[in-house]
């Protein structure tokens, strides 16, 4: 029986991946997710801003849900690209602007179960139990579902209930990328605060307002400070997830087998 | 068959028959009423997301 994947490997590989797809495709994952994050951000400020009272301006956050629910078709395309760009990378076959020629049947089913993720996640967030599960899904479906051909409204979510083959390694994965997510939060805030303790040293320039604007008690900073954290932690969670897909499809095809053979002759030789 | 004969695909090394056979399967996987309830479906849970956005911001803004 062969052992779960290493958690350490799949983490090591995704690292290297990131930084062979970097150039262009890290830009383009952040520019399509940017619009969606800052979004969500001002969604969650305003709605913090408005308090009780958030009742009754239904039409004001409709519209701002509205825009966010747009921008996320734009980042779920981010996403599959991204993806896909990791997947070739994986198989050493990195191939430009091929990397942005995804199947419609891949993309749609992707979308429909990203969009019900998203609809389960709204609808159960206030109990905080789903979210990290619901997390994992939708990673690991940008990570699957784009490159499967299989159209349907039950196939796209047996593809990804497939995938979710080995619980330890996506629970490790889960718990690594959610102390990395509050390790990169603590990171960006402790920048903001140097760089507000460096521009001190200027002489003349007024930084009252910024003080406060940049301040963890402005809710609207604190927003964009875990859009950012997000935002620096999501590429690296991708690859995460591509190469633990890579993995769990090599070993169901053999593909891990022989490649451990050929490690071994060369060793020989 | 030899390793120079075969292509791989998915990590298998297929013969030239059962690479078409698999291309056929693909090809024939696309199914227009899946792809159209998939498509509505999309567009209903897209609209359903945005709702219950509001709903449950709504919700906990009147708990804070």
């Not at chain 1, 052992?3 to 490997?9: D, N, P, Q, T």
């Not at chain 1, 994952?29 to 619009?35: A, E």
């Not at chain 1, 609809?119 to 579902?145: E, H, I, R």
Request: glycine share 8%; net charge positive.
């Amino acid at each position: 029986m062969r052992a779960a994947l290493s958690v350490g490997e799949i983490l090591d590989e995704s690292a290297d991946c990131v930084r062979l797809v970097a150039a262009p495709w890290l830009g383009v994952l952040w520019l399509t997710s940017l619009p969606l994050r800052m979004a969500q951000a001002h969604f969650a400020a305003r709605l913090i801003e408005l308090g009780r009272e958030a009742q009754g301006y239904g039409d004001h956050l409709s519209r701002l849900a509205l825009v966010s629910a747009a921008t996320l078709l734009l980042s779920l395309w981010g996403r599959a690209v991204f993806a896909n760009a990791c997947r070739q990378a994986l198989q050493g076959a990195l191939r430009g602007a091929a990397v942005l020629r995804l199947r419609p049947t891949g993309l749609l089913s992707y979308a429909y179960v990203a969009l019900l993720i998203e609809a389960v996640f709204y609808a159960t967030c206030l109990s905080a139990v789903a979210v990290p599960v619901l997390a994992l899904a939708a990673g690991l479906a940008a990570a699957t579902l784009p490159f499967s051909g299989r159209a349907g409204l039950l196939r796209p979510l047996a593809t990804l209930s497939g995938s979710a083959e080995q619980a330890r390694p996506l629970v490790a994965l889960l718990l690594s990328f959610g102390a990395g997510f509050l390790l990169a939060g603590v990171n960006l805030l402790a920048l903001s605060q140097a760089g507000l303790w460096l521009a001190r040293g200027v002489p003349g320039l007024e930084l009252a307002r910024w003080s406060g604007l940049l301040s963890p008690r402005y809710p609207r900073f604190l927003c964009v400070l875990l859009a950012g954290a997000w935002l620096a932690v999501e590429p690296w969670w991708l690859a995460s997830l591509v190469v633990y897909v890579h993995k769990l499809r090599a070993r169901a095809t053999g593909e891990d087998l022989r490649l451990w053979f050929e490690r071994l002759r060369e060793a020989e030789a | 068959m030899c390793q120079e004969c075969a292509t791989t695909w998915d990590g298998i090394n297929l013969c030239a028959p059962c690479l078409a056979r698999r291309g056929r399967t693909r090809h024939a996987a696309r199914s227009w009423p899946g792809l159209l309830l998939m498509s509505a479906a999309a567009a209903g849970l897209l609209w359903l997301g945005a709702r219950l956005m509001v709903w449950a911001g709504a919700l906990a803004a009147s708990l804070l």
